[in-house]
């Protein structure tokens, strides 16, 4: 295949000094040397006047063309299956998983800028890659990494809004109460109330996502220093990358945790955009809020800004049926050999997923609203263990999972996807390195997950793109329709 190929003169190109453009698989190489191409803004400010002409064009020429046929199944199923909405940052393919901006994982992993030689990408180049749709030198990511670190400073009474709850609330409720009171410093809302033209509002949602998305770390620590370690904080190092600055605020400075880490944020970033978390930050949805913020969504259910709409994706995120699997894979492995011990058979391991069904619980890590393979996702964790954890015995259950519980989800005959997801793994791999606190391992999903709504929501700014508002029916209507479809 043409990208294929391409992909290999990649590390050629992009050793190039000249400046350089070529188009690959939808996504623009190009290799620059000014001093402003390594200012992320910059790049923006060049691309969407073009990307708005596109779209414009786009609306003109193709605005009546049809994509499909909307069933009753669709409607009444969750809307799966139904195209209906513009998600430029990345794509799902049922059976090849996530492209970020027509890239693979293992295809990032192979371009993307990293901390140490061979090692994982930093999070820092999927953002450049997800806003621009270019693949950033390592200057570039180096100089938004220290962007990034010059926007992280939070404000104290974001950690007064967290005290104000108990030490025993979920980390989700703590970390988006966080992010509720880090919007009083929202640039957007400050600019709408001025009456900033609709023309410039990706200017002020670019500057909430990047201090958003630059301060969630420290805010997400606290949140685990406070439950889990009696409120020792840990000072940033804001000489390290966005992904090890994290690690190292956690508590965990082992060299192979802070490149996890790297990995981790890099691929729980963006799943284009019909899955909950950032479907919901889509919408910008703020009567999803918290107390006792409740009352601060003044910007109208349109135009929330980014820290709304963002609170509102985690409180999505935080649902059993989608972040909150992580918790409950690793919840549910550490049950498992409660049970029967650590020496767990396969037929031991059968019966539990049995019991488990028949309990009525769904079997956590396994099945998905669109993949129909197993997710990329799982599949690079799992290399990442075979490289540095062989021994892992919860990675030799998972793998003995990956054996046994897909055979039993086919056999009940309604599961669409037997195969394991993202979070079937990442907990296994965090407990390795001391990371053991189930609880919280959403709130790492989420802090990942602000890196891909953020990039989106500048560019639903950028497009100006409408507020969303499909069409409900009762089922009196849809049984109406229908038998007048058969007369
Ligand atoms: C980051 C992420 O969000 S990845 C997903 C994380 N979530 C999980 O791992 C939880 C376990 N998995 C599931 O519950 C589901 O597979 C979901 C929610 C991810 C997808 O749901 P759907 O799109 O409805 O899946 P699907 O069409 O295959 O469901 C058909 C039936 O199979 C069931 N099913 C699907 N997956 C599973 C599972 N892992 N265990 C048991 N039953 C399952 C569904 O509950 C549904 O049953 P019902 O008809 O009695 O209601
Ligand atoms: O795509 C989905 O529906 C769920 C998912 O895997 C994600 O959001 O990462």
Known sequence: MAFFRGLTAVSRLRSRVAQEATTLGGVRWLQMQSASDLDLKSQLQELIPEQQDRLKKLKSEHGKVQLGNITVDMVL???????????????????????????????CQKVLPTAVKDGEPLPEGLLWLLLTGKVP???????????????????????????????????????????????VESEFQKAYDKGMSKSKFWEPTYEDCLNLIARLPAVASYVYRRIFKGGKTIAADNALDYAANFSHMLGFDDPKMLELMRLYITIHTDHEGGNVSAHTGHLENPGVSVWPFNALGKVGSALSDPYLSFAAALNGLAGPLHGLANQEVLLWIKSVIGETGSDVTTDQLREYVWKTLKSGKVVPGFGHGVLRKTDPRYTCQ??????????????????????????????????????????????????????????????LFGVSRSIGIGSQLIWDRALGLPLERPKSVTMEWLENHCKKVAA
């Open 382 to 443: 799992r290399e990442f263990a075979l490289k540095y954890l062989p021994e892992d015995p919860l990675f030799q259950l998972v793998s003995k999972l990956y054996e046994v519980v897909p055979p039993i989800l086919t056999e009940l005959g309604k599961v669409k996807n037997p195969w394991p997801n993202v979070d079937a793994h990442s907990g296994v791999l965090l407990n390795h390195f001391g990371l053991s606190e189930a609880r919280y391992y959403t709130v």
């Open 137 to 183: 030198t390592k200057e570039q990511v180096d100089a938004l990494s220290k962007e990034l670190a010059s926007r992280s400073s939070v404000p104290g009474h974001v950690y007064k809004a967290i005290d104000a709850l108990p030490v025993t609330a979920h980390p989700m409720t703590q970390f988006t109460t966080g992010v509720m009171a880090l919007q």
């Open 77 to 107: 199923g969750g809307m799966r299956g139904m195209t209906g909405m513009l998600w430029e940052t990345s794509l799902l393919d049922p059976d090849e998983g996530i492209r970020f901006r027509g890239l693979s994982i293992p295809e």
